[in-house]
């Protein structure tokens, strides 16, 4: 059986003698090595949170390319991994919800916004003349029929599942791990529901994640982005204020820091014992 490309890889519409199709592995491939994605749907609302690595130090911060999106009134995205592939399905996820409003006149329902993109995504790994998506997209929606928020994310397969705490990126495994811990379950939290964190809690969550997987030493510099769509924001798709974005990352480090002594200390009493 092929275990590398073998000539199979030159077309996204190919599968391999064991089934796999390298196009697509290899856009799998680019999300990973980009800057770490991660959603949580809170209580009330969804937080998105995004690393946009300064690749150099010359580079102005600000006009590094936005890596979350507001594609409708309830309605953000955020991307990874090939940010000009991104910008496209921002794009057409934008052309989705104006199409659905002028059809329906209604908002586009979270899991129709992210079955069309996926769909659109999917489209591209069929023919052996365009190539799949380098880029993995996070989807959070409010439903204002249903009065429900939602978090869903696509891969560059065109695979879109919901999530409770959705990771792409690098970080992706210890991110999820991490958020596994956090009360976003509302089936496993003890309170149900109720007992879930809220979207402040989830800003402060996430920013500890991210800055938790950075190794100053390896690692690029970068800046952190966030939004959120909550009660507070009237279910509207906004930026998190750079001043709570701020605060959450000085709490993020100091609990870090609080962590590694504490690890530190438990060493040298073992190594006592």
């Known amino acids: 059986m092929a275990s590398s490309g073998s000539g199979y890889d030159l077309s996204s519409s190919t599968f391999s003698p064991d089934g796999r199709i390298f196009q697509v592995e290899y856009a799998a491939k ?10 949580l749907r809170c209580r009330d609302g969804v937080v998105l949170a995004v690393e946009k690595p300064l690749q150099n130090k010359m580079l102005v911060a600000a006009t590094t390319g936005r890596r979350i999106h507001t594609v409708d009134e309830h309605s953000g995205v955020a991307i990874t991994g090939f940010i000009s592939d991104g ?17 329906y006149g209604t908002k ?30 996070l989807i959070a929606s409010y439903d204002p029929a249903t009065q429900q928020h939602s978090l869903h994310m696509v891969e560059p397969s065109g695979v879109t599942y919901e999530y409770f705490g959705a990771a792409a990126g690098r970080g992706r495994q210890p991110a999820r791990t991490e958020m596994e811990k956090l009360a976003i379950n509302p089936k496993q939290a003890d309170g149900g529901e109720a007992s879930m964190i809220d979207v402040a ?3 402060k969550q996430l920013a500890k994640i991210i800055h938790s997987l950075h190794d100053s030493a390896k690692d690029k510099p970068f800046e952190l ?23 959450a990352v000085e709490w993020a480090k100091k609990e870090i ?17």
Not at 31 to 38: I, R, S, W
Not at 87 to 103: C, G, K, L, P, S
Not at 257 to 273: F, I, R
Request: charged share 30%; hydrophobic share 35%; proline share 4%.
């Open 30 to 39: 680019a999300v990973e090595n980009a800057g770490t994605a991660l959603g």
């Open 87 to 103: 910008r496209q399905i921002v794009n057409r996820a934008r052309d989705e919800a104006i199409n659905y409003d002028e059809t």
């Open 108 to 137: 586009i329902p979270p899991k129709t916004l992210a079955n069309r993109i996926s769909a659109y995504i999917h489209y591209f790994t069929l023919h052996g003349a365009l190539r799949p998506f380098g880029a993995s997209t």
């Open 201 to 203: 809690e989830g800003v």
């Open 225 to 247: 982005e966030m939004s959120w769509l909550c009660e507070g924001t009237g279910w509207k798709h906004k930026g998190v204020p750079k001043d709570v974005i701020a605060s």
């Open 257 to 273: 820091e609080e962590a590694e002594e504490e690890s530190d200390e438990e060493d040298d009493e073992g190594m006592e014992e």
